[in-house]
């Protein structure tokens, strides 16, 4: 589940997963990290749909602009339909630096959720993977305008530090300053990287 929504109003109002790390969309980067998804359910704007991969599914809140919440509401209901797997990614779209191995690290907990923390061991509730009955299950009845830490009143978090390579696979981009410095330190990790840069990272 990929949540590709949100107004954006500090990126100007555009689509924000569109907007480019190292001349790559963000949106594209996050695909990469989840190319193994199967369903692939991707919750946000019609706009979106040129940038997606044959067979993924595309939905939206309704109405939209709910927040994280109902965005996952949302997506949790597309997987259902679709006949989704145990297992469930929910990673948000504006994230350059998720990778496989990252999503492998959460995969490999076994656990109702497990959440990426950071340093400060703040979780990160848009990198995470959930059971899919655990996720619905704290779902609530009106997830329009609800905040994330509502999803966790009930749940058992395992918390995993990131212990890979690069930058850490939950960094976003919710400012134009975000994505500046997401930008810098991919030149600094591959230095060939660039805005003219056309194939998919991961």
């Not at 939905?59 to 109902?70: F, K, L, N, Y």
């Not at 299950?137 to 509502?150: D, E, F, K, S």
């Not at 530090?161 to 696979?169: D, K, R, S, T």
Request: proline residues 10%; contains cysteine; glycine residues 10%.
């Amino acid at each position: 589940m990929v949540l590709a929504g949100g107004a954006a109003r500090r990126m100007g109002g555009v689509a924000k997963p569109l907007l480019p790390v190292g001349g790559v969309p963000m949106l594209r980067r996050v695909l990469a990290a989840v190319v193994d998804a199967s369903p692939l359910v991707v919750v946000g704007p019609p706009e979106l749909a040129p940038a997606l991969p044959a067979g993924a599914v595309l939905t939206r809140e309704d109405p939209p602009g709910g927040g994280p919440v109902a965005a996952v509401a949302a997506g949790a209901a597309g997987l259902a339909a679709a006949g989704a797997a145990d297992r469930v990614l929910v990673v948000a779209a504006d994230l350059p630096f998720l990778t496989r191995e990252a999503v492998t690290a959460l995969l490999a907990v076994d656990a109702d959720v497990v959440m990426f923390t950071d340093a400060d061991g703040r979780r990160q509730h848009l990198c995470a993977a959930w059971r899919l009955g655990a996720l619905r299950a704290a779902l609530p009845a009106q997830p329009h305008g609800a905040p994330m830490r509502v999803l966790l009143g009930h749940a058992e978090v395992a918390e995993l530090p990131w212990a890979g390579a690069g930058p850490e696979p939950w960094y976003d981009c919710d400012t134009p300053d975000e994505l500046r410095q997401a930008e810098a330190a991919q030149l600094r990790a591959d230095p060939t990287s660039g805005p003219h840069r056309a194939d998919a990272g991961s």
